[in-house]
């Protein structure tokens, strides 16, 4: 037991192992590297709702020209309940007038071209057995606004307020919009009330950062 003890006491030292250091280089290049990964996230989230925006406002475009064929070949408007002859009528896109321009009832007269909502839920028409529930719904499930010159003076009151569109926003905004029928959508928030946010047929979309800046000071 002492020879052994004697050995093992005359071995050399095991060298200590330190651990190595990581440069500030290589941090600043991972975190150079993360960055750039999410710039790159964010941009695509951001081209893909400008793209969706962008065929929203399409949409409302279509649903308007459908309704201003349908008068050109009809001689009238189709079917609303609660239409005013006197004043512009104000309605959702829901009811009878939806079916007709679908023409669900395969009568032959269709003027408009629309896909089935996804889902059941967003974005296209829900069809129903009944024709004064059939509607059309945006990317949120909301149903869009129609603004229609049903007193037929060539034009139509802009809805828009001018007092609550944004503090970000500084478009001009006319009393008076030279069209037949215009149509827009709530946007993300799905509030008709901010205009900063809202998708419509006669005029341009907000970009995607004024939007955000707007909806953060509300």
């Not at 989230?45 to 050109?72: C, F, P, Q, R």
């Not at 679908?102 to 829900?126: C, Q, S």
């Not at 006319?174 to 037949?180: A, E, L, N, Q, W």
């Not at 950062?209 to 909806?215: F, P, R, Y």
Request: glycine residues 8%.
């Amino acid at each position: 037991m002492r020879l052994v003890s004697e050995a093992s006491s005359n071995q050399p030292a095991q060298p200590t192992t330190k651990p190595k250091k990581v440069s500030r280089g290589c941090v600043i290049g991972f975190l150079v590297a993360a960055a750039f990964v999410c710039a790159i996230f964010a941009g695509a989230i951001w081209v893909i709702k400008s793209t969706s925006m962008h065929h929203l406002k399409s949409n409302l475009w279509d649903i308007s020209e459908a309704m201003t064929h349908y008068k050109a070949h009809h001689g009238r408007w189709p079917f609303i309940a609660g239409a005013q002859n006197a004043t512009d009528t104000i309605v959702r896109s829901k009811g009878q007038f939806i079916h007709d321009l679908l023409d669900l009832g395969n009568t032959g007269d269709k003027f408009l071209d629309y896909w089935l909502a996804k889902n059941g839920t967003v974005n296209g028409f829900i069809d129903s057995s009944s024709p004064t529930e059939v509607r059309i719904v945006d990317y949120w499930g909301e149903e869009f606004y129609l603004v229609i010159d049903t007193n037929n003076d060539g034009g139509v009151a802009n809805p828009e307020d001018v007092s609550n569109r944004g503090w970000f926003t500084r478009r001009e905004v006319p009393s008076i919009i030279p069209r037949t029928v215009i149509v827009y959508s709530a946007g993300p928030d799905r509030d008709p009330q901010t205009w900063y946010d809202n998708v419509c047929s006669w005029r341009g979309t907000e970009p995607l950062l004024v939007i955000k800046l707007n909806s953060m000071l509300r």
